[in-house]
Each structure stands twice: as C-alpha cells, then as structure tokens.
C-alpha cells in the first residue's frame, strides 16, 4: 500500500519561508517516475506549482519560480518544497503527488495559510 505522509505546513507572515516535506512508502524508488507539489485554494483548480523527475530535471509555476525549490532525496522517497517569500496569495492546501506507471498517489494535502 502506498502512502504519502506531507507535512510543514502552517499560518506564516508574508515575506517568511516554510518546508514542506512528503514522504513515500510502499513503493521502491525506481517505480517512482517524478514527484510533485500541487496546490489548491478556496473556489480554484488545483494547479501545479513543482515537480521534479527520477532523473532530478524540475518544473515550476511561473507564479512561483525563483521563490519556490523542489528538491529530493531519493534514499529516503521524501520531495521538498522550500517556499521563501510566501505571498498571501499562496495560501492554498498543498498536495504531494507521485507519478508511476499507472494511476498517481496523493497525499492527504497540508495546508498554508500566509498572512499579509
């Protein structure tokens, strides 16, 4: 059974950063294709924000790019997302998504909330 486990979520100030982190189990490395961060916020689609591939090459949200890092430690199934200079209009649910070879696997999502 795979399971994705996020978390780091949280209420900040704009102008802070937050980690989120997402970790995998049940599922060997190799199976893992990419890994991703999607986000919601209230009344919106879930859009993506990052993703990075087995073979580390990595897309962002232009909304996002040059604040927002995802990274990986493939030892461990875990993807990061550093957020530095949070904006209020990133409060959203964020959610971890693994892509494999059939159907993808969420996370139960963590919220962000930024405060202006």
């Known amino acids: 059974q795979v399971q994705l486990v996020e978390s780091g979520g949280g209420l900040v100030q704009a102008g802070t950063s937050l980690r989120l982190s997402c970790a995998a189990s049940g599922i060997s490395t190799v199976s893992i294709a990419a890994m991703a961060w999607y986000r919601q916020a209230p009344g919106k689609q879930r859009e993506l924000v990052a993703r990075?591939?087995?073979?580390?090459?990595?897309t962002y949200a232009d909304s996002v790019k040059g604040r927002f890092t995802i990274s990986r430690d493939n030892a461990k199934n875990t993807v990061y997302l550093q957020m530095n200079s949070l904006k209020p209009e990133d409060t959203a649910v964020y959610y971890c998504n693994l892509e494999r070879l059939g159907p993808d696997y969420w996370g139960q999502g963590t919220q962000v909330t930024v405060s202006s």
């Open positions: 990075i591939a087995r073979a580390g090459s990595t």
